[in-house]
């Protein structure tokens, strides 16, 4: 189908599907429009409710400080996530429960429980403060999904410490920008992680991304195996000789509100990542209440969020938001669908998942696999399913709710970003979600579609969406780039623009198309179309670069790329190799181009920007649309 009758088939999507009544019933939220309503008409009323279920070393004098496009949230108070994430449970006699199940590739598994990860935690925060790292510095975290690299982030919050996770599938150019623009004091690492059965070394990528740079004072690896470190290098320091040479009680540092708890870089639309800064108060608060709400957690659950660390879903709802409310989850490492398409489904079975947490691109390809896999599987501990990264095309919601929810379970599509920090809209279990559309607004969070001016479109039309008023959880600024974060607000003058397409129903369901800007969606990883063109500019052939994203069946949109060849140069099938092998090691796998075309020529404006929209379209045999400004 071409993408426009595609287009015109989702905007008439009205299938509904009611939650099942034994969901509803333990549901937190059961009534969704009334307590809407009281959210917007007294925000930082509800907030603050919020808030009282956490502890707070010293509360808040004011809720909101509202500086247009500057936001404070509960001014003056005091707190630590790691005491509301970890302490707070042990205090109140659940010391003794799984926090974590973390399996590996090969079927290891190994629990820690809430006592033993607040140890673990303590003894490395002492550890980082005799490395001489203090409230406020930086460190980059480049560690798998595991137990440890979950500590390291509670470790920095703990003392205060800033940290900055990059995503252990980027490569050495990537990870250098990320440690370079933070000014990170120490770096944490692990030798190497697995997956598809192979190891793939970590350490060797951070000695080459931190050649040079002396800011990087040590580099604390954990050696799972025992056989990396020489000990030839003083700036190495073994993860566990850390941890157990150090004391394993460390008061958790008094912390503001509106201290900053972590930067994590996300692609935008220049070449140049930008560092989304987020702080304590309202980031704990709104992580904590929508891992609450939409996943519906209880005492008892068990919860998997199959995201990586190294995203801001890790972020939030696999550390923060979920430990916030001291349940149970499963993290994994290594690949979705090795040894068998099978795995994911055999821990449903095993460790009798409630809710799970994943992203459609995944879905896609299990539907690939066929549904044979988990038929193979008891999945009817599930009872709520999310998703998450990008737009659920309607076939991929029904084989998710038929064949994974057994037709008995909530589907919850959450819409937001890094960003956001948390979830903005999404349907909660409560109220019937309707296949593709995202649902309607959290609480006291208000969202509109707009044209380029502002204006509010009628329903089911396509526009900007744009959030209007702040939120607990947004971002505070981009690290050292303010006029960036300014940016985010004044491009609409006086809402927040999210940079995706988006339209709302009658009913104030918002269904969300895709991005509006220069950003790629490559399975559920954000990319910057700058980033891969510069990466790919800085090989020796190539004088110009414009990349694209293109409709793709499994990754939801893979990467093309138009390359303009220096004098010299001519097109080979060699030369593509070596391109794509050469943004993968500037970038990492995920941003590798799945298509390299060679051409003369790219369409400019007059001021000489790339107007990738012609590529595009004429890619996709579209309608070009406005011209106008093309110089030929
Ligand atoms: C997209 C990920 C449709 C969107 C949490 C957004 C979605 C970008 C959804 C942010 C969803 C995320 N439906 N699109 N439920 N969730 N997106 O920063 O384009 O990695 O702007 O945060 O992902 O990606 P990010």
């Given at each position: 189908?071409?993408?426009?009758?595609?287009?015109?088939?989702?905007?008439?999507?009205k299938?509904?599907?009611?939650?099942p009544?034994e969901?509803?019933d333990?549901?937190?939220?059961?009534?969704?429009?009334?307590?809407y309503?009281?959210?917007?008409?007294?925000?930082?009323?509800?907030?603050?409710?919020?808030?009282?279920?956490?502890e707070?070393?010293?509360?808040?004098?004011k809720?909101?400080?509202?500086?247009?496009?500057?936001a404070?949230?509960?001014?003056?108070?005091?707190?630590?996530?790691?005491?509301n994430?970890?302490?707070?449970?042990?205090?109140?006699g659940?010391?003794?429960?799984?926090?974590y199940i973390?399996?590996?590739?090969?079927?290891?598994?190994?629990?820690?429980?809430?006592?033993?990860?607040?140890?673990?935690?303590s003894r490395?925060?002492n550890?980082?403060?005799?490395?001489?790292?203090?409230?406020?510095?930086?460190?980059?975290?480049?560690?798998?999904?595991?137990?440890?690299?979950?500590?390291?982030?509670?470790?920095?919050?703990?003392?205060?410490?800033?940290?900055?996770?990059?995503?252990?599938?980027?490569?050495e150019g990537?990870?250098?920008?990320?440690?370079?623009?933070?000014k990170?004091?120490?770096v944490?690492?692990?030798?190497?992680?697995?997956?598809?059965?192979?190891?793939v070394?970590?350490l060797p990528?951070?000695?080459?991304?931190i050649?040079?740079?002396?800011?990087?004072?040590k580099?604390?690896?954990?050696?799972?195996?025992?056989d990396?470190?020489?000990?030839?290098?003083?700036?190495?320091?073994?993860?566990y000789?850390?941890?157990?040479s150090?004391?394993?009680?460390?008061?958790?540092?008094e912390?503001?509100a509106?201290?900053?708890?972590?930067?994590?870089?996300?692609?935008?639309?220049?070449?140049?990542?930008?560092?989304?800064?987020h702080?304590?108060?309202?980031y704990?608060?709104?992580?904590?209440?929508t891992?609450?709400?939409?996943?519906d957690?209880?005492?008892?659950?068990?919860?998997?969020?199959?995201?990586?660390?190294?995203?801001?879903?890790?972020h939030?709802?696999?550390?923060?938001?979920i430990?916030?409310?001291?349940v149970?989850?499963?993290?994994?490492?290594?690949?979705p669908d090795?040894p068998?398409?099978g795995?994911?489904?055999?821990?449903?079975?095993?460790?009798?998942?409630?809710?799970?947490?994943?992203?459609?691109?995944?879905i896609?390809?299990?539907?690939?696999?066929g549904?044979?896999?988990?038929?193979?599987?008891?999945?009817?501990?599930?009872?709520?399913?999310?998703?998450?990264g990008?737009?659920?095309?309607?076939?991929a919601?029904?084989?998710?709710?038929?064949?994974?929810?057994g037709?008995?379970?909530?589907?919850?599509?959450?819409?937001?970003?890094?960003?956001t920090?948390?979830?903005?809209?999404?349907?909660?279990?409560?109220?019937?979600?309707k296949?593709?559309?995202?649902?309607?607004?959290?609480?006291?969070?208000?969202?509109?579609?707009v044209?380029?001016?502002?204006?509010?479109?009628?329903?089911?039309t396509v526009?900007?969406?744009?959030?209007?008023?702040?939120?607990?959880?947004?971002?505070?600024?981009?690290?050292?780039?303010?006029?960036?974060?300014?940016?985010y607000?004044?491009t609409?003058?006086?809402?927040?623009?999210?940079?995706?397409?988006?339209?709302?129903?009658?009913?104030?369901?918002?269904?969300?198309?895709?991005?509006?800007?220069?950003v790629i969606?490559?399975?559920?990883?954000r990319?910057?179309?700058?980033?891969?063109?510069?990466?790919?500019?800085?090989h020796?052939?190539?004088?110009?670069?414009?990349?694209?994203?293109?409709?793709?069946?499994?990754?939801?949109?893979?990467?093309?790329?138009?390359?303009?060849?220096?004098?010299?140069h001519?097109?080979?099938?060699?030369?593509i190799?070596?391109?794509?092998?050469?943004?993968?090691?500037?970038?990492g796998?995920v941003?590798?181009?799945?298509?390299?075309?060679?051409?003369?020529?790219?369409?400019?404006?007059?001021?000489g920007k790339?107007?990738?929209?012609?590529?595009?379209?004429?890619?996709?045999?579209?309608?070009?649309?406005?011209?106008?400004?093309l110089?030929?």
């Open positions: 189908m071409a993408e426009k009758e595609k287009l015109e088939v989702l905007l008439k999507v299938e509904k599907y009611e939650p009544k969901v509803v333990r549901a937190w939220v059961k009534d969704y429009e009334s307590l309503k009281e959210s917007v008409q007294d925000r930082e009323g509800f907030w603050a409710k919020v808030a009282e279920e956490l707070w070393f010293k509360k808040w004098d809720v909101l400080e509202w500086n247009y496009p500057y404070k949230w509960f001014l003056g108070a005091k707190t630590n996530i790691t005491y994430c970890l302490d707070r449970h042990v205090k109140s659940k010391r003794n429960k799984v926090a973390f399996v590996d590739e090969d079927n290891n598994e190994r629990k820690i429980t809430y006592g033993e990860l607040l140890e673990l935690v490395l925060a550890g980082l403060k005799s490395l001489g790292v203090k409230k406020g510095d930086r460190v980059s975290i480049y560690m798998p999904t595991t137990i440890e690299g979950v500590a390291s982030m509670l470790a920095c919050a703990r003392i205060g410490a800033i940290h900055s996770v990059v995503f252990a599938g980027f490569s990537a990870l250098r920008t990320r440690i370079e623009d933070a990170a004091k120490v944490i690492t692990s030798s190497y992680t697995k997956r598809r059965g192979k190891r070394d970590l990528t951070v000695e080459n991304a050649d040079g740079l002396e800011f990087v004072e580099v604390v690896v954990w050696d799972r195996d025992g990396t470190l020489s000990g030839d290098s003083s700036k190495f320091v073994e993860f000789e850390l941890v157990n150090s004391s394993p009680e460390c008061e958790p540092e912390m503001d509106e201290d900053p708890l972590f930067i994590l870089y996300t692609s935008g639309t220049t070449g140049k990542p930008k560092g989304v800064l702080t304590t108060g309202g704990m608060v709104q992580t904590y209440f891992s609450k709400v939409v996943f957690l209880h005492e008892d659950d068990i919860y998997w969020c199959s995201a990586d660390i190294g995203w801001i879903t890790g939030s709802y696999i550390v923060y938001g430990l916030a409310n001291g149970t989850s499963v993290i994994t490492e290594g690949a090795y068998n398409p795995r994911w489904w055999s821990y449903i079975e095993k460790y009798r998942v409630n809710v799970f947490y994943t992203a459609p691109t995944a896609r390809l299990f539907m690939k696999y549904e044979e896999w988990p038929a193979k599987y008891d999945l009817s501990s599930l009872r709520i399913l999310g998703s998450v990008e737009p659920i095309n309607p076939e919601w029904h084989w998710y709710y038929k064949h994974i929810g037709q008995r379970c909530v589907i919850v599509d959450t819409w937001w970003q890094t960003e920090g948390a979830h903005m809209i999404t349907t909660v279990p409560s109220y019937p979600a296949p593709g559309k995202a649902g309607k607004p959290m609480f006291s969070v208000e969202v509109d579609v044209d380029k001016d502002g204006n509010r479109l009628p329903p089911d526009g900007f969406l744009v959030v209007k008023t702040p939120w607990p959880s947004m971002l505070r600024t981009c690290w050292g780039e303010p006029e960036r974060y300014e940016k607000w004044n609409i003058q006086g809402v927040y623009f999210a940079g995706d397409l988006a339209s709302y129903d009658e009913e104030g369901y918002v269904m969300i198309l895709g991005r509006a800007d220069d969606n490559v399975a559920g990883h990319i910057g179309t700058m980033e891969v063109e510069s990466a790919l500019v800085d020796p052939a190539v004088a110009e670069a414009a990349v694209i994203g293109k409709p793709h069946e499994v990754k939801g949109e893979s990467i093309k790329a138009f390359v303009i060849l220096k004098k010299g001519e097109p080979s099938e060699n030369l190799e070596e391109l794509k092998l050469h943004v993968r090691k500037v970038l796998p941003a590798v181009p799945d298509e390299i075309e060679f051409i003369d020529k790219l369409p400019k404006t007059r001021s790339i107007m990738r929209r012609i590529l595009k379209a004429q890619e996709l045999g579209l309608e070009v649309g406005d011209v106008s400004t110089e030929d």
